[in-house]
T-cell receptor, first 116, second 116 residues
């Protein structure tokens, strides 16, 4: 069975600074996909970034990058140049079978607060 | 709007009531999901539908009854719920075999359910 662990219940970051949100995972599947989602107080889950287990390069999407360390089974999210609007809950998730899976397993989440 | 619309956004119901949650997507996705998000717990996958057929039921109590009449609509029928069923219920859709990028999981804004 797949498992996602997010060890930081809450994080603070100063506006314009970078922050790293930790995520480790456990799976025996050779092919899997890793996601990060942002959930503001409105409740909507917003897709941020995706990393496939066979991707050679770390995924990047604008200010978001995923520090993928396969041997350590970690997939940390790095947000550069934090903005006040980045304050939200962040979830790491994974699906087996990479792009062909369709079940997302979520971590417990990390609340990020950006200070001005 | 994310492309996945959930109604109602908020629902308060008594334990003897019968109500339904509705989810609608016009993204051309062929898989739909119900997730439950309780306070201080990770998102829990409840049901998975692929091409209108239920492919997963994660030991969900029978007081929750899903219905998927077509690939664009998903319902969650509720009856004789308990106060511990109060949570945010999220619907999501995806295109099977294509979870990367634009075809990835798309979530609705959720229905915040309170059982009194």
């Amino acid at each position: 069975a797949q498992k996602i662990t997010q060890t930081q219940p809450g994080m603070f970051v100063q506006e314009k600074e970078a922050v790293t949100l930790d995520c480790t995972y456990d799976t025996s599947d050779p092919s899997y996909g890793l996601f990060w989602y942002k959930q503001p107080s409105s409740g909507e889950m917003i897709f941020l970034i995706y990393q496939g287990s066979y991707d050679q390069q770390n995924a990047t999407e604008g200010r978001y990058s995923l520090n993928f360390q396969k041997a350590r089974k970690s997939a940390n999210l790095v947000i550069s140049a934090s903005q006040l609007g980045d304050s939200a809950m962040y979830f790491c998730a994974m699906t087996p079978s990479g792009e062909y899976g369709n079940k997302l397993v979520f971590g417990a989440g990390t609340i990020l607060r950006v200070k001005s | 709007e994310t492309g996945v619309t959930q109604t109602p956004r908020h629902l308060v119901m008594g334990m003897t009531n019968k109500k339904s949650l509705k989810c609608e997507q016009h993204l051309g996705h062929n898989a739909m999901y119900w997730y439950k998000q309780s306070a201080k717990k990770p998102l829990e996958l409840m049901f998975v539908y692929n091409f209108k057929e239920q492919t997963e039921n994660n030991s969900v109590p029978s007081r929750f009854s899903p219905e998927c009449p077509n690939s664009s609509h998903l319902f969650l029928h509720l009856h004789t719920l308990q106060p511990e069923d109060s949570a945010l219920y999220l619907c999501a859709s995806s295109l099977l075999g294509r979870l990367r990028g634009d075809y990835g999981y798309t979530f609705g804004s959720g229905t915040r359910l309170t059982v009194v």
